[in-house]
Structures are given as C-alpha cells and as structure tokens.
C-alpha cells in the first residue's frame, strides 16, 4: 500500500519517497487526447531536500508567468493541461492523497508548462498579426468602457467568438496542422475589427447620451432646447444607421463622432445660455465685445467700440484676410533655397577644439 499524507510528512517519509523530480525529455511518451495532453513515464527520484509546497508553488510560478506571455491562448490546450496537473498536485496534498502521486502530477506539470511554451513560440510568429489585431480590439473596449459606455454583452460576445477562433488556430498549431492558415488568420483579424468597431461605437454613443443627460440635469431644457433637440436627433439617427445597415462602418463611425460632438455642443450651450441668463443685457453686449476687442487688439484690427458687433466682427474678419493675402504674396516672392544650401544649413556646425 502506497504511503499517504497525513498532515505535514515527517522526514522519514521524506527520505523513503523522495521530492526531486528527474524527467527524462528523450523518450518520453505523450499521449494528446483532444481537450488534454497527458505525460507519462515520469520518473521519480528519492530526495529528502524538497517539500511538496515548494514544488506546486515552483509549478504555479512557472503557470503564472505563462499567462503574462499569452501561452493560455498560444498553446491552449497544452497548458490547460499543466493547469489541470497543478489542481490534481494540489488536491493530492489537501485531500491526504498518495504521495507519490501529488510528485508525478507536479513533473507532467513542469513537462507540460515547458511544452507549451514551446508551442507558443511557434504559436507567436504564426498568429503575430491576429495577436496585435485583438491587443487593439481589448484596448478599444477597455477604451470604451473608461468613456463611460454600457451594456457591454455584446462587446463581450463578439470578443468571445473572435477568440475562439484565435485559439482553433493555434490548436491547429500544437497538432501541426498549418492548413488555410491565411484564411483562418484573416477570419480572425476581421472578428476582431468587428469588436473594435463596435467598442467604438459604443463608446462615443454611450458617451454621448451621458453628456446629452447631464445637459439635461443641468436644464438643457430650459436653456438649450435648440441644441439638446438637434444633438437627440444626431444620436436617434447613428442608432437607426447601426439597427438598420450595422456593416456600414465609416458611416457608423462619422455619425459616432457627430453624436459625440453635438451632445457636447448641447452641454456647453447650456452651461454658457444659463450663465448669460444671469447677467444684465449690457453686461452680455460688453463680454462679446471683450472677445472681440482682444483678438482685434492682436491682429492689429481699428478700434470700432463704437460701432454694432456685426460691424467689428467684418472689420475683424477683413483685417484677418488681409493678413493672409500678404503672407501667401510674401511667401511667392521670397528666393527659393537650392536644394544642397538647404541640406548644408541643416547640418550641425562642426566642432571646435577648446583652448
């Protein structure tokens, strides 16, 4: 009868089965069964150093830092198996099981974890392009979700599905099997393009119905009708697009950033309407004209405080034109700069020698 644990092993035990697992790479005999890759032949050698702990927290380690390099996607199977060794190691030890046993699960463990990382390296350079394509995709809906966006089941959906099809192809990689790989990679990548048009749209959508909410709380209503009322007319549209032609993507794109704008536009309106409404008309006629007067002032514009704001905004307008008429005119007769005086005058000046 095989020796069992009970509680902490004493080292008598220690001694008589040993901890130091030796695995022999050469000859090893590795079935791969669909959904999990087993690992026989594990030999195991006395050794009264090693404590059981220390080597499922060393094959924990090692899974660790394989998720770190994306081996859960790159050689999925491989290490779901090393997964599957540590939590039988582990429930080996919690349980009082077979000593031994809870030893050879943690070495078909370290045999599979190195195997998987094997694979991944492999993996990685098959599945480079794919791999950047759902980086950005994770990065936009994480994007979305800082922008305020909600609901996001059918961003979680849709990345699910894409990843599916990212790890049948690298299981396709582990058994060697690099057929259509093209196609496959470019399925992919376009699920992937999916989920980030959709984390966009979601994201400037639900960002914008956010602001058109806080205009209102503000009093929208009151202050803004004309602005709320068009800004909900530009997100009711993008909705309707995206219901009725979901693949229209730069279309979907433009009227996301519309809503956005506008609903921002509504928010402003009602912040700068509500704070003019506390002033008296002459107090409003002087900040427009405060506006103007100052960028006047720097275009070198005349002094018509005395005249309508109309009439200073022309005046404004005509100066700024002017201006423009005699750069571009400045511009067409300056010498042109022969090309090799142009490179000479952008080369860093010699060095001098100190005294």
Do not use: H
Not at 136 to 143: I, K
Not at 212 to 223: F, P, S, T, V
């Amino acid at each position: 009868m095989s020796p069992k644990m009970t509680g902490q092993p004493n080292g008598k035990f220690y001694r008589l089965v040993g901890a130091v697992i030796y695995v022999s790479l050469a000859g090893l005999a590795i079935s791969c069964a669909s959904n999990e890759r087993r690992v026989s032949d594990v030999v195991v050698y006395p050794n009264a150093s090693e404590n059981p702990s220390d080597e499922i927290a060393k094959l924990s380690s090692e899974i660790e830092d394989a998720k770190t390099r994306n081996v859960p996607l790159l050689a999925p199977t491989w290490f779901a198996s090393a997964e599957q060794s540590l939590t039988e190691a582990r429930a080996s030890q919690n349980e009082s099981g077979d000593f031994r046993t809870l030893f050879k699960r943690v070495a078909e463990g370290r045999v599979q974890i190195q195997r998987a990382n094997e694979i991944a390296e492999t993996s990685q350079k098959v599945v480079q392009d794919v791999l950047k394509a759902r980086e950005s995709a994770n990065q936009t809906a994480q994007d979305a979700v800082r922008a305020g966006a909600t609901n996001l089941d059918d961003i979680r959906k849709s990345l699910a599905a894409a990843d599916e099809k990212f790890v049948e192809i690298t299981k396709s990689v582990e058994d060697g099997k690099l057929d259509n790989m093209l196609d496959r990679r470019q399925a992919a990548i376009k699920a992937y393009a999916a989920v980030e048009s959709k984390a966009l749209r979601k994201g400037k959508l639900d960002t914008a119905k956010r602001v058109l909410d806080e205009a209102i709380a503000q009093g929208a209503k009151k202050y803004a009708p004309k602005s709320l009322g068009y800004a909900q007319e530009v997100i009711g549209s993008t909705e309707q697009l995206i219901s009725s032609n979901p693949k229209a993507e730069a279309d979907i794109a433009k009227k996301s950033d519309e809503s956005l704008f506008f609903a921002r536009r509504a928010l402003l309106f009602t912040q700068q309407a509500r704070d003019i409404s506390s002033r008296s008309p002459e107090d409003t006629v002087l900040w427009v004209e405060q506006g103007i007067g100052r960028i006047a002032e720097e275009a070198g514009a005349a002094d018509l405080r005395d005249e309508k704001l109309d009439n200073q905004i022309d005046s404004l307008r005509a100066k700024i034109s002017d201006i423009k008429s005699s750069a571009a005119v400045a511009a067409a007769q300056a010498p042109a700069v022969p090309k090799k005086a142009a490179r000479a005058s952008n080369k860093a000046p010699a060095k001098t020698k100190k005294m």
